[in-house]
């Protein structure tokens, strides 16, 4: 079956951080994720594990998800962009190439109504799609 994607597709992030903003949700950090924030941060912020968790995750499953318990939903690591961009979870560094926006063209198309990214810029070709997508949790 022909996916809508297969001659590619336009993303460009425009750094808007409406994908960490507004609803809230789960940003998840595998276990080794985690241990390459914690580092991130020990470095940059002068944090321990244990601050790192009081501060900014909250427990899920096996790991920790972001704090996003704000009034409008940001995530605890956007402040006008991503303060741990280098470390962001896998979650983040796949969007918008999750397997739930890519099971058609209209969940593709009503994610781009929130993302000005989508459907602009750089093409990326269906195979770099495919390895994206299936390394996606979404």
């Given at each position: ?54 501060e900014?995750m ?52 009503d994610?781009?109504?929130s ?13 770099e ?10």
């Amino acid at each position: 079956m022909k996916q809508f994607w297969e001659d590619g597709l336009r993303f460009s992030c425009q750094q808007c951080g409406r994908c960490c903003c507004g609803e809230p949700g789960i940003v998840y950090f595998s276990p080794e994720e985690f241990d390459r924030l914690v580092a991130f941060l020990g470095k940059t912020r002068q944090l321990g594990r244990e601050k790192i968790i009081a501060e900014y995750m909250k427990p899920w499953r096996d790991s920790y998800t972001a704090r996003d318990d704000f009034e409008d939903g940001h995530c605890v690591f956007y402040d006008h962009g991503c303060t741990v961009y280098d470390v962001r979870p896998s979650q983040c560094r796949d969007f918008p190439f999750w397997r739930c926006q890519l099971k058609n063209e209209k969940a593709w198309q009503d994610a781009a109504k929130s993302c000005p990214g989508m459907n602009r810029g750089r093409l990326w070709s269906a195979d770099e799609i495919c390895a994206i997508a299936a390394n996606s949790r979404i």
